[in-house]
């Protein structure tokens, strides 16, 4: 495949290991959350891969970091951006796909997943 090719060079990046769920996981509940929060949310992911990921998607413009130094330890937050958004909306059509053709989840295709406790 080309290297050039827009499908490639996007899933360059989207298709490394958690990648997607870390999006899914700061599109629920608070606009910003701690990493502790989000490993406590993702049980089976380790700490080293969750920061080395996060630097990955802030550094892609996916989501944004803020650090607050005035708290011990220093508290780091993070977000999705506009770009990140729309590309949820992406994700849930890829969903609404799933469950059609693939998947058998009748209360997943009920549920929003912003309000999902999954």
């Known amino acids: 495949m080309d290297?050039?090719?827009?499908?490639y060079r996007t899933m360059e990046y989207l298709s490394k290991k958690w990648a997607i769920l870390i999006l899914h996981q700061l599109s629920k509940g608070e606009e910003?959350?701690?990493?502790?929060?989000i490993k406590s949310s993702m049980k089976e992911i380790?700490?080293?891969v969750l920061a080395e990921r996060l630097r990955e998607l802030e550094e892609e413009g996916l989501i944004e970091k803020r650090v607050d130094?005035?708290?011990i330890p220093v508290k780091s937050e993070y977000r999705l951006t506009e770009m990140s958004r729309?590309?949820?909306?992406?994700?849930?059509?890829l969903k609404m796909w799933a469950l059609k053709w693939k998947i058998d989840n009748?209360?997943?295709?009920?549920m929003n997943c912003h309000f999902c406790t999954l």
Request: proline letters at 7%.
């Open 3 to 7: 290297h050039t090719c827009t499908v």
């Open 86 to 93: 729309e590309l949820m909306t992406v994700v849930h059509d």
């Open 46 to 48: 380790t700490p080293k």
């Open 32 to 37: 910003w959350q701690r990493f502790s929060a």
């Open 69 to 71: 130094t005035t708290c």
């Open 106 to 110: 009748p209360a997943c295709g009920r």
